[in-house]
């Protein structure tokens, strides 16, 4: 069996045959928590599609530096380009749905503030939480061995999802009481993928989506939480379009 070796993100260009010394965020995981030693070998990769193959030369507590080795072609990325416009969850919720989502290969996520959303949060706040949340893409792609990080962007209300007509295009709102499967879709390249708050969507904003064009989906005969209910659509979407079965 192939031993799988750990995978580092770096924010930088990658040259073969080039020593680097690692940020300390990631010395800190090598070091102290896989307890990396000299001549292991680990994978770096830089949001390029390719990855590289590197060795420990030092191994300290403060300071990993390795030498890279090869450079090699890897793509794990799905065909499908799924966007989630994911209303804000409170707590750890809102950081399960990114992961799990990265896991499963959405494109670009973006967060949502609807009028059920029960999350406030100040600039100061909210940019926190957009710098944990790319941490925690981060995290998904060194885990699940994708090598091209998903595009966060900045969060919108959802007025301003309903004045872009650019980002409802093939665009599908879970909705639980009526709506079609996900296999009856069209078959396209992209989909947008509205997911509602806790409390689910208000009736006038299925409406106004419903006079936009974008189609309700209904996922079964059980309500789903939000934290569940995109996972599982995003999942028959690349079950049936994508990549996964």
């Known amino acids: 069996m192939t031993q799988r070796l750990n995978r ?25 928590v896989l307890k990396i030693r000299e001549n292991d070998e680990i994978v770096l990769f830089n949001n390029t599609a390719a990855e590289y193959l590197a060795r420990v030369v030092l191994s300290a507590k403060r300071q990993v530096k390795v030498i890279v080795c090869e450079a090699r072609d890897v793509n794990v990325e799905s065909p499908l380009t799924i966007h989630l416009v994911q209303a804000v969850a409170r707590g750890e919720k809102m950081d399960w749905i990114i992961q799990k989502s990265v896991e499963l290969g959405v494109s670009e996520i973006t967060p949502m503030f609807s009028e059920r959303t029960g999350v406030k949060l100040s600039q100061d706040r909210l940019t926190k939480k957009l710098e944990h949340w790319q941490k925690v893409i981060v ?14 962007h900045q969060p919108i209300s959802f007025d301003e999802l309903c004045k872009d007509q650019q980002l409802l295009e093939n665009a599908i709102q879970l909705y639980p009481h009526s709506g079609a499967s996900i296999t009856e879709l069209p078959k396209y390249d992209r989909y947008v993928l ?28 059980r309500i789903l939480r939000t934290e569940t209910a995109g996972l599982a659509a995003i999942s028959v979407l690349q079950a049936t379009f994508g990549d996964l079965g």
């Open 8 to 32: 580092i993100f770096l924010d930088q260009s990658i040259e073969v045959e080039k020593e680097i010394d690692l940020p300390a965020e990631a010395v800190r995981h090598l070091s102290t």
């Open 139 to 152: 995290s998904a792609c060194e885990q699940c061995g994708r090598n091209t990080l998903p595009v966060l």
């Open 194 to 221: 509205i997911i509602g708050p806790e409390g689910g969507l208000s009736e006038s904003e299925v409406a106004l989506l419903n006079s936009k064009n974008v189609n309700a989906i209904k996922m079964g005969p």
